[in-house]
Nanobody
């Protein structure tokens, strides 16, 4: 099973990025998909998730208003739009899929499949 996270890069503060999480093996509409990030020297943090069907979206308080999670079923891809990037957003971002599609979790233990991570660096 493969999840591919992509879309990271070097961005100036205030900029935007859209991260993608795609799979060739899983129908992502039947999974809960979460985004996590791991900043240098810190543990992995759950930041957003989207349930399967019916779809609902969830965010931790610190990213509400700047992060938007969405899913394109035709492309079998989950996106994380990040706006107004800050240096503290610098991290490796991971996506993960959970077979319990109706449950959104910000804890790593609930997820069955993980992508490889994509680096986001916010710096001037």
């Amino acid at each position: 099973v493969q999840l591919q996270a992509s879309g990271g890069g070097l961005v100036q503060p205030g900029g935007s990025l859209r991260l993608s999480c795609a799979s060739s093996d899983l129908n992502l509409y039947s999974y809960a998909v979460g985004w996590f990030r791991q900043a240098p020297g810190k543990g992995r943090e759950g930041i957003s998730c989207i349930t399967g069907r019916p779809m609902s979206t969830h965010y931790i308080d610190s990213v509400k208003g700047r992060f938007t999670i969405s899913r394109d079923d035709a492309k079998n891809t989950v996106y994380l739009q990040i706006d107004s990037l800050k240096p503290e957003d610098t991290a490796v971002y991971y996506c993960a899929a959970d077979r319990a599609q109706h449950l959104c979790s910000f804890f790593e233990q609930g997820y069955d499949y993980w992508g490889q991570g994509t680096q986001v660096t916010v710096s001037s």
